[in-house]
């Protein structure tokens, strides 16, 4: 019997996801988040299973020479296990935006119209290392009415498969189509190119993962794109800053989770910002390996000079860049000149500068005074996220069910006809 092509796979799946997804659309709100709910039992349930299949892939992933962020991405401790399936039964107690009416309007003629939010139909979903996204995007997407086709990473391949088959149990023990959520079990990169060019079975493509990932995913895709870049993100030190708040939120920024897309990769501190040097220090004595320009170097010279990629570099590891900027312009400046849209952050006890910073930065996420790890759906309130989305259409920052629904018009007449 012949071997089925990459494009026959995928379409078969996208088909049985379409019935899905139409099934899923029939369902109230209530019995959609019923189904998540006893997802998150099913997770948990099955926490041995899922640990024991990402020993697995931790043991293969460190003989691969996988660095240490990509190993904290990607394992899964009994407290990560559990922190997944309580956040897939926070999705299920989150509001259903699917039926929300945006707004209504009547004509003169007395044609009443409105526009309602209503599920996309099939995600496709690409994305490397972490396993919590197999969990965090399906219930997502069953929460929103929508089918998801899952590809994950070669590296997290059995704690993806045991993820999704506890998945699965848990929306055929609610009644709900299995088909919902199907996962492409198979590491051959021809599925993914398959996934791209399957116009017209999938609606959306949401890539999770480095550079190379998604820019394959943007020069091939036949499928609209929601594209989560790179996390090249600033924090800056306006001369105003207090000390003490500004080194505790850069370290924080840094070196919380070093290998999260919302970790600050680039300190900028304003010339004029008179403990310049003790907040390197504070970075450095975090543990941080520090590459400065060449007035940094100046303040501490043990640090590294930094290279012109440095200023472009998602390091997602213990390493970040220093740049002292002529104050709030500098630092508008550069962050124009080498940010990548996702998260910066100004701490300062200036108010005007401050909101200057909020309203001029071109950026997903804006903060003042807090650090950029907070870049994250669940501490949005979002209860989890498909991603961080650093473009400018149909959603923006965390994508969570809000951002999984796009509307259509609805009209109500008494027997208008157009003249």
């Not at 139409?22 to 926490?47: D, I, K, N, Q, Y």
């Not at 088959?165 to 189509?177: E, Q």
Request: neutral net charge; proline residues 4%; charged residues 20%.
């Amino acid at each position: 019997m012949p071997i089925p092509s990459a494009d026959a796979v995928i379409a078969d799946m996208a088909q049985r996801a379409r019935l899905a997804s139409m099934r899923l659309a029939r369902l109230s709100p209530p019995e959609r988040a019923a189904g998540v709910a006893m997802v998150a039992e099913a997770l948990r349930a099955a926490s041995a299973d899922i640990a024991a299949a990402n020993a697995t892939d931790m043991a293969n992933a460190t003989l691969a020479g996988l660095s240490a962020a990509m190993l904290d991405r990607l394992m899964l401790n009994p407290a990560r296990v559990a922190a997944m399936a309580d956040g897939v039964a926070t999705v299920a107690a989150l509001p259903d935006p699917v039926g929300d009416i945006l707004d209504t309007r009547t004509r003169p003629n007395g044609l009443v119209l409105s526009r309602v939010r209503v599920p996309i139909g099939v995600i496709g979903i690409i994305y490397e290392s972490r396993p919590n996204v197999t969990a965090d995007a399906a219930a997502l997407c069953v929460r929103s009415g929508n089918a998801v086709i899952l590809r994950g990473g070669s590296e997290a391949v059995a704690s993806n498969r045991a993820i999704h088959a506890a998945f699965v149990r848990g929306l055929a023990d609610a009644g709900l189509p299995v088909d919902a959520v199907q996962l492409v079990g198979s590491t051959d990169r021809a599925l993914v190119g398959a996934m791209l060019a399957a116009a017209g079975g999938i609606d959306m493509i949401v890539p999770r993962g480095g550079k190379n990932l998604v820019a394959r995913v943007q020069a091939e895709a036949r499928v609209p794109v929601l594209a989560h870049l790179d996390g090249v993100n600033h924090v800056f030190v306006h001369r105003s800053a207090d000390h003490a708040m500004a080194a505790a939120i850069a370290v924080n920024a840094k070196m919380r989770r070093t290998g999260v897309c919302g970790a600050m990769e680039t300190l900028l501190i304003d010339r004029a910002y008179p403990h310049a040097a003790a907040l390197i220090g504070a970075l450095v004595a975090s543990g941080c390996a520090v590459r400065g320009d060449a007035a940094a170097c100046a303040l501490v010279p043990t640090l590294t000079p930094a290279d012109a990629a440095d200023w472009d570099t998602e390091y997602l590891d213990a390493v970040a860049s220093v740049a002292m900027v002529d104050g709030l312009g500098g630092a508008l400046a550069h962050i124009a000149r080498h940010g990548s849209h996702h998260t910066d952050a100004i701490i300062a006890a200036d108010s005007a500068a401050a909101e200057r910073f909020l309203a001029e930065v071109d950026s997903a996420i804006v903060l003042w005074n807090a650090s950029t790890q907070f870049a994250d759906g669940g501490e949005f309130g979002l209860g989890a996220e498909i991603g961080i989305a650093t473009g400018r259409l149909h959603a923006r920052g965390p994508v969570a069910l809000e951002g999984l629904t796009t509307y259509k018009w609805v009209a109500r007449g008494t027997g208008q006809v157009r003249p």
